[in-house]
């Protein structure tokens, strides 16, 4: 089953304690990418990953690393995460050619206290 | 640059009333796809339908419908007879580009929450 996995679903932490949500996808998608969501401000686009090795900032990066070490690993990290951080997550994948065909993660709640 | 605008925050209606969300879409492409995203309250985002730019016939799917207007740049979804599973918050989105680079990214937005009460 064509699926991309979020982990974990959901974490509570403290104030600058680094944490890793992963996000796995089995479809050989190329592109990969990460938003947050925000009550009254919908989904926003933190990362990108166009293939292994190639990642860009999107609209709010500021807080947040990623790697693409593996195509189909997508890790988002928090170094020191901030309340301000405190949100919904989502990870999602396409193809390259097919752009069309968004494939979300179940999404991962975050709290940040 | 692209944008969506959901005017509609908030909609609560009654049981069997039909209801219509509206999306405002901005772009320069001409080559675009629309969306619509249902996220219930567990959370996930559930994939609705999508629409490319040279296809404007309107779609019905059961209760659901929807209105893709190129002329003024909107793509209305219309719930008839809603139920209250229908409760949810819905998002329009869009991606638009030459898709020549590949680095298009969907584009929503902030969602209107439909509230449908018994």
């Known amino acids: 089953e064509a699926q991309v996995t979020q982990n974990p679903r959901y974490l509570i932490t403290v104030t600058g304690k680094k944490l890793t949500v992963t996000c796995s996808q089995n479809?050989?998608?190329?592109?990969m990418s990460w938003y947050r969501q925000d009550p009254g401000l919908g989904l926003r686009q933190i990362y990108y990953?166009?293939?292994?090795?190639?990642?860009d900032k999107g609209d709010v990066p500021e807080g947040y690393k990623v790697s693409r070490k593996e195509k189909r690993n997508f890790p988002l990290i928090l170094e020191s995460p901030s309340p301000n951080q405190t949100s919904l997550y989502f990870c999602?994948?396409?193809?390259?050619?097919?752009?069309?065909?968004?494939?979300f993660g179940p999404g991962t709640r975050l709290t940040v206290t | 640059a692209q944008k969506v605008t959901q005017a509609q925050t908030e909609i609560s209606v009654v049981e069997k009333e039909d209801v219509t969300l509206d999306c405002v879409y901005e772009?320069?492409?001409?080559?675009?796809?629309l969306f619509w995203y249902k996220q219930p309250p567990s959370g996930e985002l559930v994939f609705l339908i999508r629409?490319?730019?040279?296809?404007?016939q309107n779609e019905i799917s059961g209760r659901y419908s929807w209105n893709f207007q190129k002329s003024t740049s909107s793509f209305n979804f219309t719930i008839t007879a809603s139920q209250v599973v229908d409760s949810a918050v819905y998002f329009c989105?869009?991606?638009?580009?030459?898709?020549?680079?590949?680095?298009?990214?969907?584009?929503f937005g902030k969602g209107t929450k439909l509230t449908v009460n018994p």
């Open positions: 999602a994948s396409r193809s390259a050619d097919r752009y069309y065909e968004q494939y």
């Open positions: 479809m050989n998608h190329e592109y």
């Open positions: 990953s166009m293939n292994v090795e190639v990642t």
């Open positions: 772009t320069r492409d001409t080559t675009y796809y």
């Open positions: 629409r490319n730019s040279f296809d404007e």
């Open positions: 989105a869009l991606i638009s580009g030459d898709f020549q680079g590949g680095s298009e990214k969907l584009v």
